[in-house]
């Protein structure tokens, strides 16, 4: 891995990681190519743990700091459609000029990952979509109280008022320790850490007693987690206030316009971003296959993808027939069927897919049009 990459566009510092089959590691070129669009709060550290998955796929990640994330300058006047420039910059840089490669985005990188694919059709491939922020999140009532206040408050909190919010972010966020007691406090957040530690492979956990390798894998995902939400923080909280305003403003771009694949993973315990709210927009994208998986939550989705899904998210099988499934016999992410989150209480099949619909037109039609555009 090579996780502090610089690239100086219009005078600002865009950061940016490689993973799996890059050129650094001397091996033979990458198969696959994957611009990676990080979460809120998130950095380009947030893909670190599909490293060795990936370089076994010969997938070549590159994942990008948004401006005032990680090492990326903060632009004030950015808009959400200004990231497409930069990952096409990055994309050439890292893949070469006029490589395909798809793109993947995870929570608040979801909007960002679908602008990079309704702007530059003839360079994606196709878009991957994991528990994504959708249209009208903040009207959603099953939405997580906190978050819905954060986005509202980035959005309409008088300049005078900013400062405070922001200090109130920083000290959260932007250290370690207070980050660490801030993550641990989320049920939904340890639910994932433990389900992810039965299948997570580390350096740590394979030198620990066979007695403490759970809780070795459980510290190796929490500490990935802090280290990719205070690398988020490097330069306090401008970046990712402004990037809430923008999520939960228009996009600037037209959902029908996506005209690419595209893969929407979204767990039904999901209670940072309802899958209902992530369905209602996918149900704009005209080539979406949605799938909704009954037990993960907001941070077993994008462990599932990171750890064990890449090789079938980045190859072709799926495009044309809009048709992907997580197989029952698959190690998957999930929380535990006794552990019962945002009030929905695991009663249902394990892992299997319980719902996988295509997006067809006649559906598309039912849907107000034209909400953030």
């Known amino acids: 891995m090579r996780e502090y990459q610089l690239l100086t566009l219009a005078g600002r510092r865009v950061g940016y990681a490689e993973y799996g089959r890059h050129p650094g590691r001397g091996a033979s070129p990458a198969r696959y190519h ?95 979509v994991a528990a994504g922020f959708g249209l009208r999140y903040v009207h959603s009532t099953a939405a997580l109280p906190s978050y819905r206040a954060f ?45 992810l530690a039965a299948s997570l492979e580390s350096d740590a956990a394979t030198k620990a007693k066979p007695d403490q390798q759970a809780e070795a894998r ?23 206030l402004l990037d809430a305003k923008l999520l939960a403003s228009p996009w600037g771009f037209t959902l029908e316009n996506v005209r690419v694949p595209v893969l929407w993973l979204h767990g039904k315990c999901d209670d940072v971003v309802p899958w209902l709210v992530g369905r209602g927009t996918a149900l704009h994208l005209p080539r979406c296959c949605f799938t909704a998986t009954p037990l993960d939550t907001h941070y077993t989705v994008p462990l599932c993808v990171l750890l064990r899904l890449w090789p079938r998210i980045v190859t072709r099988d799926w495009h044309d027939n809009l048709s992907f499934s997580i197989p029952d016999d698959q190690p998957h992410c999930r929380v535990p069927a006794s552990l019962s989150t945002s009030g929905v209480t695991g009663t249902s099949t394990g892992c299997a897919v319980l719902c996988l619909e295509m997006m067809g037109a006649s559906r598309r039609g039912r849907m107000p049009r034209g909400a953030f555009t």
């Open 34 to 128: 994957v611009l990676y669009c990080h979460g809120l709060p998130g950095s380009r550290l947030d893909a670190r743990l599909s490293d060795a998955l990936c370089d076994e796929a010969e997938v070549h990640v590159v994942a990008v700091d948004r401006p005032g994330f990680g090492l990326s300058d903060y632009d004030a006047a950015r808009r959400l459609t200004d990231f497409v420039p930069v990952a096409a910059a990055v994309a050439d840089a890292c893949f070469g000029a006029g490589v395909r490669f798809a793109v993947v985005g995870v929570s608040g990188g979801a909007p960002y990952a679908l602008a990079v694919a309704a702007v530059l059709p003839k360079r994606v491939e196709a878009c991957v």
């Open 151 to 195: 986005l509202a408050l980035a959005r309409c909190t008088p300049r005078p008022l900013l400062p405070a919010l922001s200090r109130a972010l920083t000290r959260r966020y932007a250290s370690h320790d207070a980050c660490r007691r801030s993550l641990m406090s989320r049920p939904a957040v340890l639910a994932g850490m433990d389900a």
């Open 218 to 240: 459980r510290t190796v995902c929490l500490e990935w987690m802090v280290d990719s939400t205070v690398e988020a923080f490097r330069h306090g909280s401008r970046g990712p």
